[in-house]
């Protein structure tokens, strides 16, 4: 009986959510405002370059992400195809480093061609998220394969010795934007033998001339920046080599390159460590943990979240801000709060550890304790014990990352649906609720809103898979299930091997939910009511259509 309070306690706050209604001038936030901001998407799009806008473009990878969820929702091919056009213009273009790999910062003019070289730890995160969970929407390996060199770039230029990912690489060195990623047709030449250099330069779009010119409109003498004007695919059928072959070719002569291009100057880097940037950081590895079933990821993710642990909580546990040299200063914002509990979120998804759910949901406890607005609803942005300031502002509007609150709501309805604790979910609605009457205005301005609204509306999903972890069946479950794209899912790992597995202590719902016959069984359950157990994975993946 007390299990059916929980699931009516629970199924009240979802429609409430769903129902929400905002301020005096705000109406409601439901699915048809999913649809405007689709709308306000396509007409945004540029059809021809991909990306929204027709001047400098952002990456802005949460529209990406949101217009996925809207395409699962819809089916509406177009949101699909706004977001591969787009992923496929910003690899293909300038914006992308496709020596060293990793993104630079934006492009300076609609065609991705010319970037302004700075690369950004955030934009590596977000565009992770974005790659993957295009993979796992089309299956197209291209989107897998550009996030693991982004993982690469990170791992191998972005992290501190310790764990701690750093903020930033600097677009000039040597006194010029860009010389560090520059090449001149005769320096291709002289690095490669004659065959692979005339493959790269077709491959690039290297001119004799040089292709770039910079921002402020001076062309650099011989300067390239390497871009691909044609797909692999296109590109094998007019060699008329098999694309394998292609890829292996061009692989090759990267590698040299990179040898080449670490002998000159590097531009500076920010070494600063940032709470809130390493928590989406550790959002993208661990989620690239599961969905390309790479454990090397998820211990990656695991360093920075001992690193912040370790070294960016105050004596009294609150979170730091920033750190540097050995110091940590400036007390933890809102966006330090959530973004954090993002990536503790999909560290316990990819490790199933519970130390790391219960982390999350102790960050979260300090942040509505001390973040809450009590009389309007929603999170300051600074906490109520931080420096007194005049108003204490509350932001909902993404910028170049998501906004904290938007963050937030999806943190609350995840962990709720995780834990069954109806306040979490209240608390989501209330964001809901509080930031309708802006979001409904623009609500292609407010895409993580939309995407926690996506996934209040439902359907939602609780997976709780009863089995032993180490076997091979658990294993191929979990496998088969983080290959789909079922972004409006929590996945709970019940480990039989443990008499008293610690996760019921969190998730009670799970006490009675065991494996049948010895074999790994899979719980679906759509708010909290639950589909007939099976150890089928098929069935499994049928349940979650």
Not at 283 to 288: D, L, P, S
Not at 308 to 336: M, P, V, W
Not at 465 to 477: E, Y
Request: glycine share 6%.
């Amino acid at each position: 009986m007390q299990r059916e309070k929980v699931v009516g306690s629970a199924n009240q706050i979802t429609a409430a959510l769903k129902e929400s209604r905002g301020d005096s001038t705000g109406g409601e936030l439901d699915a048809s405002t999913l649809k405007t901001a689709f709308d306000q998407f396509d007409n945004q799009f540029d059809k021809q370059n991909g990306g929204f806008g027709r001047a400098q473009k952002f990456p802005t990878p949460h529209n990406l992400l949101f217009l996925l969820r809207y395409w699962k929702r819809s089916g509406e091919p177009k949101a699909l195809e706004m977001v591969e056009k787009t992923l496929q213009a910003m690899h293909g273009g300038g914006m992308y480093d496709h020596v060293g790999f990793g993104f630079h910062r934006y492009s300076t003019e609609p065609t991705w061609h010319v970037p302004h070289f700075e690369k950004m730890l955030y934009d590596q995160a977000m565009l992770a998220l974005a790659y993957l969970e295009a993979y796992q929407a089309t299956g197209k390996e291209d989107y897998a394969k550009t996030a693991r060199e982004i993982f690469t770039y990170v791992s191998r230029d972005m992290t501190s010795p310790a764990g701690g990912f750093y903020s930033a690489e600097d677009a000039d060195s040597e006194g010029e934007e860009g010389k560090f990623y520059l090449w001149t047709e005769s320096e291709i030449r002289k690095i490669l033998p004659k065959s692979d250099a005339d493959l790269f330069v077709k491959a690039f779009g290297i001119e004799t001339g040089g292709n770039f010119t910079d921002p402020f409109g001076k062309a650099q003498r011989g300067a390239n920046i390497l871009r691909r004007p044609k797909s692999i695919k296109d590109l094998a059928v007019e060699l008329k080599l098999s694309e394998p072959e292609l890829q292996t070719r061009l692989e090759a002569a990267r590698q040299k390159l990179f040898t080449a291009r670490e002998q000159r100057v590097h531009p500076g880097k920010d070494d600063k460590i940032l709470t809130d940037w390493n928590g989406l950081m550790i959002a993208a590895f661990a989620t690239g943990a599961q969905v390309l079933d790479e454990p090397k990821y998820a211990e990656t993710a695991r360093r920075s979240v001992d690193f912040i642990f370790r070294n960016l909580r105050s004596r009294d546990g609150h979170l730091l801000h920033r750190y540097r040299e050995g110091q940590a200063t400036i007390k933890a914002q809102a966006d330090d709060y959530a973004f954090l509990v993002w990536g503790l979120i999909e560290l316990y998804e990819a490790t199933f550890d519970v130390k790391y759910l219960q982390s999350a949901l102790d960050l979260n406890s300090d942040l509505i304790k001390h973040f809450w607005d009590t009389k309007n609803g929603g999170f300051y942005f600074t906490a109520d014990d931080d420096e007194p300031l005049l108003v204490r502002q509350r932001e909902v509007s993404d910028n170049a990352i998501p906004s904290g609150n938007s963050v937030a709501m999806l943190n609350l309805l995840r962990l709720n649906r995780i834990t069954a604790n109806p306040d979490l979910e209240q608390k989501a609605a209330t964001i809901s609720r509080t930031f309708a009457g802006e979001a409904k205005q623009a609500p292609s301005e407010h895409a993580e809103l939309m995407a926690g609204l996506d996934f209040g509306i439902g359907p939602s999903y609780e997976v709780v898979i009863a089995g032993n972890s180490q076997s091979n069946d658990t294993k191929a479950m979990l496998r088969a299930l983080r290959k789909q794209f079922v972004p409006n899912k929590v996945v709970i790992l019940k480990p039989t091997e443990l008499k008293d597995a610690e996760i019921t202590r969190l998730a009670e719902f799970t006490k009675y939910q065991n494996s049948r016959d010895g074999k790994a069984t899979a719980y679906v359950c759509l708010n909290y009511n639950c589909k007939m157990p099976t150890t089928e994975i098929y069935k499994m993946l049928e349940l979650l259509q």
